[in-house]
């Protein structure tokens, strides 16, 4: 089964608020999950309510939010005709879980000993040409 999620947007200069001299750290960060999203095969749709107020009408649940609580009804996402969240931008998570799709974490392996996974054992390098050679600053590790 297909998901169909539709997000409304208060009014914006632009269809994802990532634009001009100062963008919203979060917008930047919703409009890149909305993009994961469509790569996982969900349907997103996105409307702005400063360019597109039609379709804020057509949706009766985001027309009676808007009657009832104004524009701090804003963003509302809309998972398939129904009302999911109200009033803030979620997570990549949430949106996942709204949309049904299994997000996977990637098992990560400790290092078993030593700051680069291995042993602790240095190993010796192959002899370098004999130039002058700078010192590099030491990080610490390997």
């Not at 999950?33 to 107020?53: C, F, S």
């Not at 129904?82 to 709204?98: F, W």
């Not at 390098?125 to 610490?140: H, I």
Request: glycine fraction near 10%.
């Amino acid at each position: 089964m297909s998901v169909t999620l539709r997000v409304f947007d208060p009014p914006m200069c632009c269809g994802t608020g990532v634009c001009g001299p100062s963008v919203d750290p979060d917008l930047a960060r919703f409009a890149a999950d909305l993009d994961w999203l469509r790569k996982q095969g969900v349907t997103v749709e996105r409307y702005n309510l400063a360019q597109q107020p039609g379709d804020f009408v057509l949706h009766a649940a985001v027309a009676d939010a808007l009657t009832t609580r104004g524009n701090a009804a804003l963003p509302m996402i809309l998972v398939d005709e129904r009302p999911a969240v109200e009033g803030a931008y979620p997570s990549r998570e949430t949106l996942a879980a709204l949309a049904g799709v299994v997000v996977r974490k990637l098992d990560m392996a400790p290092a078993t000993s030593g700051c680069c996974g291995g042993s602790g054992e240095k190993t010796a390098a192959p002899a370098a040409p004999a130039a002058p050679a700078k010192s590099a600053p030491k990080t610490g590790c390997c």
